[in-house]
């Protein structure tokens, strides 16, 4: 399972990079709203900081043509951007043309299979389910997510299925044994997934026993 991290804070991605196991960003007009500044400049280093990752920059036009020539310039912003595009009737046929322009997409606001599959025939990079979304409105966000990856299975399409608005270790754990490809989490998460009373009681039992021996080094 790929992970990426929910987030335009520099210094959560730049923390997190750090550890080896980030695949990619997934940034929103909400998430670069908090940074302030220059959003071309927040970008480019998000982009700098995992020049191997999938970097999602969402298009914030409305109309068709406009997300079209948005998207475009999404693209040429670095070759590791990813155009985030929400789920609609009337961006189908822009999304169409872009995937036979070769632009990388991720589609999010999906919400069914049924939704996955129109997207997915058109050969987007991603698609992105929210789980939590779904489970504010009673809907089993688990079944949804394995749904879409026996979609992807059964007729063979190369889209990824990015699980988002995870906001539990519990959806995270849940979606990566669903196979869900991909997880986006926010920065609080891999905090807490780190974290266990046991991994932290052993540690001190271990360092207890060494003192013991009266040791200075491993080698001794």
């Not at 908090?34 to 970097?55: E, F, H, S, T, W």
């Not at 049924?114 to 009673?138: C, D, H, T, W």
Request: aromatic residues 8%; contains cysteine.
């Amino acid at each position: 399972m790929k992970l990426f991290i929910d987030t335009a804070d520099r210094n959560e991605i730049s923390r997190w990079a750090k550890t080896g196991i980030l695949d990619g960003v997934t940034t929103n007009p909400s998430h670069l709203s908090k940074q302030g500044g220059n959003m071309r400049a927040v970008l480019k280093d998000i982009c700098q900081m995992l020049p191997d990752g999938d970097i999602s920059i969402e298009v914030v036009e409305k109309e068709p043509q406009a997300i079209y020539e948005q998207a475009l310039e999404i693209a040429e912003f670095a070759e590791n951007a990813v155009v985030k595009i929400p789920f609609a009737e009337e961006y189908l046929p822009i999304i169409n043309r872009l995937t036979t322009e070769g632009v990388a997409l991720n589609i999010t606001l999906v919400f069914t299979p049924l939704q996955g599959l129109m997207v997915a025939k058109l050969g987007v990079n991603y698609i992105s389910p929210f789980m939590g979304r779904l489970e504010e409105i009673g809907v089993n966000s688990t079944n949804i997510i394995q749904d879409f990856v026996s979609m992807i299975e059964n007729y063979e399409f190369d889209t990824e299925i990015l699980a988002a608005s995870i906001r539990t270790l519990m959806h995270w754990q849940e979606a990566m044994l669903a196979g869900a490809d991909v997880a986006t989490l926010p920065p609080a998460l891999f905090e807490q997934a780190v974290k266990h009373p046991l991994t932290e009681k052993g540690i001190r039992v271990f360092d207890a026993d060494w003192k013991k021996l009266g040791k200075t080094s491993l080698f001794d």
